[in-house]
């Protein structure tokens, strides 16, 4: 199985675009009976969560034999983000993926879903409060309250 474009995508950190691809030619190794020993599950999997896709996501984990599921500690690890992206455990996001040593694949793709995370959420604490409190926007952010506040100071007001 020719994996090279998901390769591509990820050295050219092309994130938004790995969801799709990766749906295509699991579709496309399907449709000719290719076997997908070598998939890039994890990829996959953190592919649907970085474009905040959890239904795809939750889809993908379901179709997913358990055998594959119990042979990828990183893909456990990338499902584990996500039943906090479904629970709206946003601190448990941030544990989750900080607490993994991630293979090379990933561990660049992880921290640019964390940022990318980090600054959906910040729009949706900007958006919906006019006031909060500092520890509450450590707790959504995943940051220390010293952190938080820098980071509040940092962005100019909208």
Known sequence: MDLSAVQAALSDKSYSTLAPLCDELLLQAASRGTTTDEWPHAVHLLAHLYLNDLNSARFFWKSLPQEVKDASPELAAVWRIGQCLWNRDYAGVYTAAQGFEWGPDLADFTTAFLESYRQRIFQL???????????????????SEEDSTNCMFRIPPS
């Open 125 to 143: 604490l900007t958006s919906a409060y006019s006031t909060i409190s500092v520890a509450d926007v450590a707790h959504f952010m995943g940051m």
